[in-house]
């Protein structure tokens, strides 16, 4: 129709704010053919003005060219290339926004899929340190949800240096704890063992029930993991028995009679 065509027109607008409104109005009256029709010559260029963007403009964006399909490698290539520095941006959904194509983009090419995980894992660890100090949990429990779920499906080496950043602080909510402790048990390596089965031990002794037995859980879960790993593992969790706290040994004893 007219309007769409005039919509669609307003998309190559010198004003950025033009633009946006444009792919929200095409994705409001499109709503049942899945929204703004795309293909590449609009996404290249939208990516190529992506700077010129506002945060909102630049989520709507990377919004659009999260439904893109590439048409061979060396576009999707180009297209990541050209999303590399949003990588750095201080605004969280510009981040995750451009995450999601990467991984989005790479999950049948395993070779590059690899490749992401390298790029994504700085940006990410950051994300969750800035969420943190500035006391904005809901930003860190969705960074640390996406590293739980790349780690869950076998890239935890990825985040393994990084241990140390999945550590428990005080004034920290108990969902953010219990999910630093789930990725804890899988980012341990023969590497860090030392440090981590150190740091979950002082969490045994934490007055919350819940975090000290899911502290137990953690180590019980890197001794199936890394079974040649768990002659000191088993050692901790013995020393447990002596601390006379019947939600500890309660909760040792799951362990050591669990299938």
Same mark, same amino acid.
């Given at each position: 129709?007219?309007?769409?065509?005039?919509?669609? &027109?307003?998309?190559?607008?010198?004003?950025?704010?033009?633009?946006?409104?444009?792919?929200?109005?095409?994705?409001?009256?499109?709503?049942?053919?899945?929204?703004?029709?795309?293909?590449?010559?609009?996404?290249?260029?939208?990516?190529?003005?992506?700077?010129?963007?506002?945060?909102?403009?630049?989520? &709507?964006?990377?919004?659009?060219?999260?439904?893109?399909?590439?048409?061979? $490698?060396?576009?999707?290539?180009?297209?990541?290339?050209?999303?590399?520095? +949003?990588?750095?941006?201080?605004?969280?959904?510009?981040?995750?926004?451009?995450?999601?194509? *990467?991984?989005?983009?790479?999950? $049948?090419?395993?070779?590059?899929?690899?490749?992401?995980?390298?790029?994504?894992? &700085?940006?990410?660890?950051?994300?969750?340190?800035?969420?943190?100090?500035?006391?904005? *949990?809901?930003?860190?429990?969705?960074?640390?949800? +996406?590293?739980?779920?790349?780690?869950?499906?076998?890239?935890?080496?990825?985040? $393994?240096?990084?241990?140390?950043?999945?550590?428990?602080?005080?004034?920290?909510?108990?969902?953010?704890?219990?999910?630093?402790?789930?990725?804890?048990?899988?980012?341990?390596?023969?590497?860090?063992?030392?440090?981590?089965?150190?740091?979950?031990?002082?969490?045994?002794?934490?007055?919350?029930?819940?975090?000290?037995?899911?502290?137990?859980?953690?180590?019980?879960?890197?001794?199936? +993991?890394?079974?040649?790993?768990?002659?000191?593992?088993?050692?901790?969790?013995?020393?447990?028995?002596?601390?006379?706290?019947?939600?500890?040994?309660?909760?040792?004893?799951?362990?050591?009679?669990?299938?």
């Amino acid at each position: 129709c007219v309007q769409e065509t005039a919509l669609y &027109t307003l998309i190559k607008d010198p004003d950025q704010l033009v633009v946006t409104n444009a792919i929200q109005a095409l994705n409001e009256i499109l709503q049942n053919e899945g929204g703004i029709a795309i293909n590449s010559k609009m996404i290249i260029y939208l990516l190529n003005r992506i700077k010129e963007f506002n945060e909102w403009g630049q989520s &709507t964006i990377l919004e659009i060219t999260a439904r893109y399909k590439p048409k061979n $490698e060396d576009e999707l290539l180009d297209i990541m290339n050209l999303l590399e520095d +949003r990588l750095k941006h201080s605004c969280t959904a510009i981040v995750l926004g451009t995450i999601k194509i *990467f991984l989005n983009f790479t999950l $049948e090419l395993p070779h590059i899929h690899k490749q992401v995980y390298q790029r994504i894992e &700085t940006p990410m660890i950051t994300l969750m340190s800035s969420g943190n100090s500035q006391g904005s *949990f809901e930003i860190s429990y969705i960074i640390l949800s +996406r590293i739980h779920l790349i780690s869950l499906k076998g890239n935890s080496s990825f985040f $393994e240096k990084d241990f140390k950043f999945f550590y428990l602080k005080a004034d920290e909510p108990s969902y953010i704890k219990n999910l630093k402790l789930e990725i804890l048990s899988l980012v341990a390596s023969e590497d860090n063992l030392g440090d981590i089965l150190n740091e979950l031990g002082e969490y045994v002794n934490e007055p919350d029930v819940d975090i000290a037995k899911n502290a137990i859980k953690a180590l019980g879960g890197i001794a199936i +993991r890394l079974p040649k790993l768990a002659k000191p593992i088993v050692k901790s969790l013995t020393t447990f028995m002596s601390l006379k706290q019947e939600h500890i040994i309660n909760q040792t004893c799951l362990l050591y009679t669990s299938p």
